[in-house]
């Protein structure tokens, strides 16, 4: 038979319950390198080896960076890590807010840690993950290697340059539409304000020439 876990310990089980629910939220629905990031993140904490989530470690294996990458001139892994902290807020403000076990990332770590949101006695458990692993629920395998979650940055970026200048073009139509009109009704003023200048100069010239 299996060993127990004790009252209020988070189990493999379920962390990777926990795991799955964000992955399949409609708020992670589109944020691609934040999915990636937590379960890499995630599955190297639960498989004992936190001591490896390091920014340089985590730009290589996430983000498909080179050996020379330099993370004081590139803070893609930071500025990841703290759209992850968002995203995780969001959701388990809303529609993971029924969820046991809450996920986090600790600002200052890379270090996932995980929460039982309600326990027995209606109070919540935290379950720190370390480097030493001291209080953390292993997993051994989430069936993905890491290297199955690596996305080249500059395909990442191409969809918000696209989307960027997608944006500019809409702005500049919409413009040229708001414009168009402005510029008739103005137009035909102009010409009707001249043709009745027109017609006062031709009556008094009239007048003056019956005199």
Known sequence: MGKTPDDGAITAGEVRAALEAVLSSVTFARADRARALLTYLVETEQNGEASRLKGFTIAQDVFGKDDDFDPAMDAVVRVQAGRLREHLS??????????????????????????????????????????????????????????????????????????????????????????????????????????????????????????
């Open 90 to 211: 969001t959701f388990y403000a809303g529609e993971g807010q029924n969820q046991p076990i809450e996920i986090s990332v600790p600002k200052g770590t890379y270090v996932p840690s995980y929460r039982r949101r309600s326990g027995a006695d209606g109070e919540t458990v935290p379950t720190m993950a370390g480097a030493d692993g001291a209080g953390a629920s292993r997993i051994v395998d989430f069936g993905n290697s890491a290297a199955s979650f690596r996305l080249d940055s500059d395909m990442a970026a191409a969809p918000l340059a696209a989307t960027r200048k997608l944006a500019k073009t809409e702005g500049s139509s919409a413009q040229e539409t708001l414009l168009s009109p402005f510029i008739v009704r103005n137009v035909k003023r102009f010409w009707l304000a001249l043709a009745i200048i027109v017609l006062l100069l031709t009556v008094i010239l009239f007048l003056v020439w019956q005199r």
